[in-house]
């Protein structure tokens, strides 16, 4: 009987964790790949990554950002700005430097250079 139990525990565990995992995912561009059905080799070009991947991927399928119309960036005094974030007057810059795959992105222009823009990082 006891076994029995444990199973079950183990079961209920399981799902449940896997069900709390699958959530936090879907947050981070990691996991809107997955659901894009790519796979760690599309980014890492293996299966079995152990390192960072290479923003050359990024570029492979997403050609041609510089190119993409300005976005409006909010200061936090309310003023406005059209910028191309993948553009802007440092010219393009690493992907990888705003986007984050397996945590939350962040907005790099805020990182002590600048102001602070209000401004949402996919
Ligand atoms: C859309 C591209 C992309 C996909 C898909 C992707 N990764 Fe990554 N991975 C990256 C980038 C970029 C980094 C660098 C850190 C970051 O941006 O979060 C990274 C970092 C890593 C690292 C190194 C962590 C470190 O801090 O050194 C591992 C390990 C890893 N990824 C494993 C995986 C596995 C396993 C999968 C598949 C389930 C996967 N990745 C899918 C792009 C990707
Ligand atoms: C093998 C092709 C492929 C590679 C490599 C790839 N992506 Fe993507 N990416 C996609 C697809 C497909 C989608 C989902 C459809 C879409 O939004 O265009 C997507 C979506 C995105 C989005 C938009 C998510 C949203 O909220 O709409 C961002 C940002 C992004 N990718 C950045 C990156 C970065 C940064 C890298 C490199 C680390 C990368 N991608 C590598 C194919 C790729
Ligand atoms: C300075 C920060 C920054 C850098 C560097 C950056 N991005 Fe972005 N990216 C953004 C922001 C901000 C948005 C949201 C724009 C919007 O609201 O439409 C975005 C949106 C995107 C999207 C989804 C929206 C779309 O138009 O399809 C993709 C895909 C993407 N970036 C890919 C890239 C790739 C590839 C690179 C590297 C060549 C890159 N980004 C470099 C800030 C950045």
Known sequence: M???FILLLTLILSVFLSAAFA?????T???????AELSCADCHGTDTPEKKASQKACKGCHEGMENEPPVIF???NGKKHEVNPHNAHPGQMRCTLCHSIHKPST???????H????????
């Open 107 to 113: 907005l790099y222009c805020n990182e002590g250079c």
């Open 23 to 27: 959530a936090g995912e879907e947050k």
């Open 74 to 76: 909010i200061e936090e």
């Open 29 to 35: 561009l990691r996991g809107k790949h997955l659901e």
């Open 2 to 4: 006891p076994k029995f």
């Open 115 to 122: 102001h602070t823009f209000n401004a949402k990082v996919p």
